[in-house]
């Protein structure tokens, strides 16, 4: 398994941006999808955004049009590019792989994105 490693969290004032890395060991783009959910304490992971087949990619209606999912496969590393962030977008931040259709996903660790108001 590809274990994956996010960085890029912090705190940031409401209407800024941040920018998420992920990256791993292995290929993070052996696997068929890899993304982003987001998790604050006490509550459900959420969403946020998919690549499918390195092509195709999906977002929550909570951060479309403000948040944006890409990859560098030269780089192995993929970015979760966060702009006019609001105080609900504080979470932490967690990327994730799928190796295959069917199998559960790997997680890293996560990040904290603190957005004060």
């Known amino acids: 398994q590809v274990q994956p490693v996010e960085s890029g969290g912090g705190l940031v004032q409401a209407g800024g941006s941040l920018r998420l890395s992920c990256t791993a060991h292995?290929?993070?783009?052996?696997?068929?999808?890899m993304g982003w959910y987001r998790q604050v304490s006490g509550k459900q992971r959420e969403w946020v955004g998919t690549?499918?087949?390195?092509?195709?990619?999906d977002y929550a209606d909570s951060v479309k049009g403000r948040f944006t999912v890409s990859s560098d496969m030269r780089e192995n590393v993929m970015y979760l590019h966060m702009i006019t962030l609001k105080p609900e977008d504080t979470a932490v931040y967690y990327c994730?792989?799928?190796?295959?259709?069917?199998?559960?996903?790997?997680w890293g660790q996560g990040t904290q994105v603190t957005v004060s108001s």
């Open positions: 292995g290929s993070i783009f052996s696997g068929v999808a």
């Open positions: 690549i499918i087949g390195g092509t195709t990619i």
């Open positions: 994730f792989t799928r190796r295959a259709w069917g199998a559960s996903p790997t």
